[in-house]
């Protein structure tokens, strides 16, 4: 299980995803462009000193990443405002490559279609989205869930 972030424009958001995925053991990609440097002391106060703990892989763009994607035999599945199946009706496998869109706009319509699967985080009708770390802490934990694929403690 990978998560990934294409192209993130807040750097708060990147870091709380490096610090989630640092202390669950599950590798973060980003694909570039970032809407901030890497080393922005924004992104250093969210992912604090667990950055040195995160498995983290650049990527400078999305064509990249599904050639590193090709490597391993696996799924990408989106989250978007856009799927049609809720993340907890969704039967996650250990290889899902979980990909999160741009604060602000999510992904482009070829990145959308070239993605195995779109699931959503059902919303009360009159609201649009959730922040993308905590979208994104929320689908991880359900797919790890699904799989026991928890730290043991």
């Given at each position: 299980?990978r998560?990934?972030?294409?192209?993130?424009e807040i750097?708060?958001?990147?870091?709380?995803?490096m610090?989630?995925?640092a202390?669950l053991?599950i590798?973060l990609?980003?694909?570039?462009?970032?809407?901030?440097?890497l080393?922005?002391?924004r992104l250093?106060?969210?992912?604090?000193?667990?950055r040195?703990?995160?498995d983290?892989?650049?990527?400078l763009s999305?064509?990249?990443f599904?050639?590193?994607?090709?490597?391993?035999p696996?799924?990408i599945?989106l989250?978007?405002?856009h799927?049609?199946t809720?993340?907890?009706d969704?039967?996650f496998?250990?290889?899902?490559?979980?990909?999160?869109?741009?604060e602000?706009?999510?992904?482009?319509d070829?990145?959308?279609?070239?993605?195995?699967?779109?699931i959503?985080?059902?919303l009360?009708?009159?609201?649009?989205?959730?922040n993308v770390?905590?979208a994104g802490a929320?689908?991880l934990?359900?797919?790890?869930r699904?799989?026991d694929?928890?730290p043991?403690v």
């Open positions: 299980m998560l990934v972030l294409f192209q993130p750097p708060q958001n990147a870091g709380t995803l610090r989630l995925t202390c053991g590798p990609d980003i694909i570039e462009p970032c809407g901030f440097i080393n922005d002391k250093k106060r969210g992912a604090m000193d667990y040195r703990g995160c983290l892989t650049t990527h999305w064509d990249h599904l050639q590193f994607s090709k490597q391993k696996k799924r599945v989250l978007t405002t799927g049609q809720a993340y907890t969704f039967t496998e250990s290889g899902d490559a979980l990909v999160l869109g741009q602000g706009h999510g992904v482009p070829a990145v959308h279609e070239s993605c195995d699967h779109r959503k985080i059902p009360k009708e009159s609201f649009r989205s959730l770390a905590v929320m689908v934990g359900e797919a790890l699904q799989l694929g928890f043991d």
